[in-house]
């Protein structure tokens, strides 16, 4: 049983600048990876980025410079640091992690969802 709690939505204009977090808790064995998707209405779910407890990170390439996501591996949480926000960055961003349950059970959850909407 893992919890995958999410915070730091909200509505921004233009250029504006928000922080997501998400922490885990609960079996966690060892955190594999920690992300964020998001998922506009219509639209299917894509990956926003991606970091593991070592450091490496990824993207998607229209964030890319804007986004930086970084992860407090000591109490399972990650940061989702997004700047100069545009319109096509609204969405309902959720969180994803990749862990193990024990030294031989992977697992993957889910948060509920965080709206963030950039509008003027």
């Known amino acids: 049983q893992v919890q995958v709690v999410e915070s730091g939505g909200g509505l921004v204009q233009p250029g504006g600048s928000l922080r997501l977090s998400c922490a885990a808790s609960?079996?966690?064995?060892?955190?594999?990876?920690m992300g964020w998707y998001r998922q506009a209405p219509g639209k299917q779910r894509d990956l926003v980025a991606r970091?593991?407890?070592?450091?490496?990170?990824h993207y998607l390439d229209s964030v890319k410079g804007r986004f930086t996501i970084s992860m407090d591996s000591a109490m399972n949480t990650n940061y989702l640091q997004m700047s100069s926000l545009k319109p096509e960055d609204t969405a309902v961003y959720y969180c994803?992690?990749?862990?193990?349950?024990?030294?031989?059970?992977?697992?993957?959850?889910w948060g509920q969802g965080t709206q963030v909407t950039v509008s003027a």
């Open positions: 994803n992690v990749d862990l193990m349950e024990s030294a031989t059970a992977s697992r993957n959850y």
């Open positions: 609960g079996r966690i064995f060892r955190i594999i990876a």
């Open positions: 970091v593991t407890p070592v450091g490496t990170t």
